[in-house]
Nanobody
């Protein structure tokens, strides 16, 4: 099946930046919509960002709008999440996800068929 592996998480000060990467294998990456989700301790999974098969029509959760940027490189089967102006409330496990069908049609996790195991992002105050 499709495998997704995240990297780039870590500890950063408030106001700092991190860039997360998602390496895909085992599928036809260029046909998938890609998304990033996060989950903080004691909270549900939250949509962070998503993009269609060719990088078009990016969407962002309201809490990260204008601070985070999603992108992808289909030649490398990779997706990225650039996170700037980080806040302590951004602390969470961040997971990338792939959805079959080319287009990002929903912000719901049910639209995504394949998931990585996540990478921890911790933002100190």
């Amino acid at each position: 099946q499709v495998q997704l592996v995240e990297s780039g998480g870590g500890l950063v000060q408030a106001g700092g930046s991190l860039r997360l990467s998602c390496q895909a294998s085992g599928g036809d990456f260029k046909t998938y919509a890609m998304g990033w989700f996060r989950q903080a301790p004691g909270k549900g999974r939250e949509f962070v960002a998503g993009v269609n098969w060719n990088g078009g029509s990016p969407k962002y959760g309201s809490s990260v709008k204008d601070r985070f940027t999603i992108s992808r490189d289909n030649a490398k089967s990779m997706a990225f999440l650039q996170m700037d102006s980080l806040k302590p409330e951004d602390t969470a496990v961040y997971s990338c996800a792939a959805g079959e069908g080319f287009i990002l049609t929903s912000m719901s996790p049910e639209e995504f068929h394949y998931w990585g195991q996540g990478t921890q992002v911790t933002v100190s105050s």
